[in-house]
């Protein structure tokens, strides 16, 4: 019995390696990608005119989200069960936020791409364009915007998209199976404590009877 | 553990951070100004000057007044100033991830889930 719950305790630490190594290969690329963007940034405030610096100043008080967030659980049959989710982020067309593409992530491993990104396959997509183009931060920094700000935002969105996502899914599950082999090693414990009573039991029985046997001899 | 309620309407990423963090991120479209009177911003942009009581507000106003953030991201220095608040949030929702500003890379010994990590491995 004690053997089970050890092959069990195993098997869920097993599986927690493997997040941690995706988690810590994850963070690699996280580093990166924002090392490259605060690089883009640092040469496109170089190259800027004097005094010009891309920051807080220009934002637009008005902005609106174009990449959200979905929240959902891993399986339909899953939606109140105690699962690892599933995040991704979209990109969101307009206001309400219909119409998005994007990667989900699971703590299992699995992308499940959404809409091709390619622009240009469709020219029934223009008005999405132009929506896309309104609604893109870039313009908060004037018409020509630089080509390292523009680069910036390459490597943020694909921070956003693709990493940030997958570390947070990947970061709850590792949260969940922490529970859980927390659990299974109390549960061996108990295991462990009640076979070393019952034991102790036997053991003190087996002694009396051996003394009663020689008062009788 | 989390019902579908919890987590459901929370479509937005909010960040912490210092300008360049901040700007970085929203350049990739995460920002977003609520409709007045309110106009919440789910960004704060930290400088030597922003008082650790105004991060740790924004902190909680993100992770527990806001239901429809998602997914919170800190600069791990900035989250060093509140290390004891984000040490103590426990919660599922929203997701708070660390990361690195321009100043002060990644490090793994701050990180709270390496940490946590290292208790179950009983370090």
Known sequence: ?217 | MASHADYKDRQFLAVIGDEDSVTGLLLAGIGHVTNPPDSQKNFLVVDNKTEASAIEAAFDSFTTQRKDIGIVLINQHVADKIRHRIDTYTAAFPTVLEIPSKEHPYDPEKDSVLRRVRRLFGE
């Open chain 1, 1 to 217: 019995m004690e053997m089970d719950h050890d092959h069990h305790i195993d098997a869920l630490l097993e599986r927690y390696l493997h997040l941690l190594h995706e988690y810590t290969s994850l963070r690699e690329q996280l580093s990166a990608l924002q090392a490259g963007m605060y690089q883009d940034l640092a040469r496109a405030n170089f190259a800027a005119e004097r005094g010009m610096r891309f920051g807080a100043d220009q934002y637009d008080e008005r902005m609106r989200a174009s990449r959200r967030v979905s929240i959902t659980p891993s399986s339909a049959l899953d939606s109140d069960g105690d699962v690892p989710v599933r995040f991704a982020v979209f990109r969101a067309e307009d206001e309400d936020g219909d119409g998005g593409e994007g990667v989900e992530h699971t703590a299992t491993g699995k992308e499940a791409h959404g809409e091709t990104k390619d622009e240009t396959q469709s020219s029934g997509h223009a008005g999405h364009a132009t929506r896309r183009r309104r609604n893109d931060p870039l313009n908060w920094f004037g018409l020509l915007t630089p080509l390292p700000l523009r680069q910036a935002q390459d490597r943020s969105v694909r921070a956003v998209e693709y990493v940030i996502p997958r570390l947070a899914a990947v970061g709850g599950e590792m949260a969940r199976l922490e529970i859980e082999v927390r659990r299974a090693r109390k549960r061996r414990a108990k295991m462990g404590k009640a076979a070393a009573a019952a034991a102790a039991g036997l053991g003190s029985g087996g002694e009396e009877a051996k003394k009663k046997g020689e008062v009788v001899g």
